[in-house]
């Protein structure tokens, strides 16, 4: 069974640029969560999606935003980028709620 | 708000010998999860191992085993026989029962595994 896959693994932005990243979660799974992880902010929750529906959403500004398809892929966007926004995002999905979440490689954003 | 605390930055272990790594969390739940998960260089998250709040019985995989103390909020990792391979960072996550998936981490515990 393939595992979650991100893209990009890299990717190199400037400010005020935006950004999307994709998520492919494993075949069956319908929850997908997103993650920021920075030295400073350690890991942080953005968001989740079920079934295509925003269920649960980090304390994020509005520029971070999300969606999910109807083949449970998930894309992130990140508008007006920041120097801050600099940071390894990880993708993770579950089969349901409480599951135990299974994490892809990671985006790893940089800020210029 | 829950809050997950690992007051160990860093941690060293012989190869082959034990290490404990220590978690503390604040909820006002009764029914939630609690995770240890390793991220080596490679950076991929991988669980570890998972505790269901609601079991008293300590969860355990191969050579990790945690101590699970729900009066106290507190989930230790033990590494029996620490290999080489073991060397990555490691975080604590809380997960609460009725919100679906949504992890809480601590701030996380690098261990070296010393040859």
């Known amino acids: 069974k393939a595992g979650v896959t991100q893209t990009p693994r890299y990717l190199i932005k400037t400010r005020g640029q935006q950004v999307t990243l994709s998520c492919s979660p494993i075949?069956?799974?319908?929850?997908v969560s997103w993650y920021q992880q920075t030295p400073g902010q350690g890991l942080q929750f953005l968001f989740e999606?079920?079934?295509?529906?925003?269920?649960n959403k980090g304390n994020f500004p509005g520029r971070f935003s999300g969606r999910q398809f109807s083949n449970s892929r998930s894309e992130m966007n990140v508008s007006t980028l920041e120097l801050g926004d600099s940071a390894l995002y990880l993708c993770?999905?579950?089969?349901?709620?409480?599951?135990?979440?299974?994490f892809g490689d990671g985006t790893r954003l940089s800020i210029l | 708000a829950q809050t997950v605390t690992q007051s160990q930055p860093e941690m060293s272990v012989q190869e082959a010998e034990t290490v404990t790594l220590s978690c503390t969390y604040d909820?006002?739940?009764?029914?939630?999860?609690l995770f240890w998960y390793k991220q080596p260089p490679s950076r991929q998250m991988i669980l570890v191992i998972r505790q269901e709040a609601y079991k008293q019985q300590n969860a355990t995989e191969n050579r990790f085993s945690v101590n699970f103390q729900k009066a106290a909020k507190s989930f230790s990792l033990k590494i029996s026989d620490s290999q080489l391979g073991d060397a990555a960072m490691y975080f604590c996550a809380y997960n609460f029962g009725a919100a679906g998936n949504k992890l809480t981490f601590g701030g996380g515990t690098r261990v070296l595994v010393k040859p």
């Open positions: 075949s069956g799974h319908r929850s």
């Open positions: 999606y079920f079934s295509e529906t925003q269920r």
């Open positions: 909820t006002s739940e009764s029914d939630y999860y």
């Open positions: 993770a999905s579950s089969a349901r709620g409480n599951q135990p979440q299974h």
